[in-house]
C-alpha cells in the first residue's frame, strides 16, 4: 500500500474519493453523466451513505460509509489489484432514481473504482481533512549549492 495513501478510504486525502461539495467537483468522473452522478449523490446523502462506482460492472452502489473498506494490492511481486469491499451494497439507478438490494453480502470491487461522499455541509474541517502536500525546505540564503569535498 502507498505509504501515503490514508488507511480510511473515505479521507479526503485518498485519491480513490471525490467530496462533492457542488456539482462542478463532478466533471472529471467518467463513465456517467454529470446530473446522473450529481443525482447519486444526493440520494447518498439524504440516507447517509456513500456513493461507489463500480467502473468493471458499470454500476453505482449506494452503502454505508462504515461499510467501505480498501483492500490493498498485495505485496512482494505477488498479482492483485487494488480493490473495495462494500458489504450490503445497493445499486442506485440513475434514470429511475430507484434503489434496490443485491443477492450478495458482500461485493469486492477491482480494478477500478471511485468512491463520492456528500460534503454539502463541510464547513469545518480537522487536520484529517486537509489533503498531504510534499513539504518543500528552502535553501537558507548564502549556503553553497553543493557540498565540499
Not at 36 to 42: K, N, R, S, W
Not at 65 to 83: H, I, K, N, W
Not at 89 to 102: F, I, N, R, W
Amino acid at each position: 500500500m502507498d505509504p501515503f495513501e490514508p488507511d480510511d478510504i473515505t479521507a479526503p486525502a485518498s485519491r480513490h474519493n471525490v467530496h462533492v461539495t457542488r456539482r462542478a467537483d463532478l466533471t472529471d468522473v467518467r463513465n456517467w453523466a454529470e446530473d446522473e452522478l450529481y443525482a447519486a449523490v444526493e440520494r447518498a446523502d439524504a440516507e447517509d451513505a456513500v456513493v461507489v462506482i463500480d467502473y468493471g460492472r458499470a454500476l453505482l452502489y449506494l452503502a454505508d460509509q462504515a461499510d467501505v473498506t480498501f483492500v490493498p494490492p498485495r505485496r512482494l511481486g505477488l498479482s492483485g489489484e487494488p480493490g473495495l469491499r462494500v458489504r450490503t451494497p445497493a445499486v442506485y439507478d440513475p434514470e429511475t432514481d430507484a434503489v434496490s438490494g443485491l443477492d450478495v453480502d458482500e461485493r469486492l470491487v477491482t480494478p477500478e473504482f471511485d468512491v463520492l461522499i456528500p460534503a454539502f455541509d463541510w464547513e469545518t474541517q480537522d487536520e484529517d481533512s486537509i489533503p498531504i502536500e510534499p513539504e518543500y525546505r528552502e535553501r537558507p540564503s548564502g549556503s553553497p549549492h553543493t557540498t565540499g569535498g
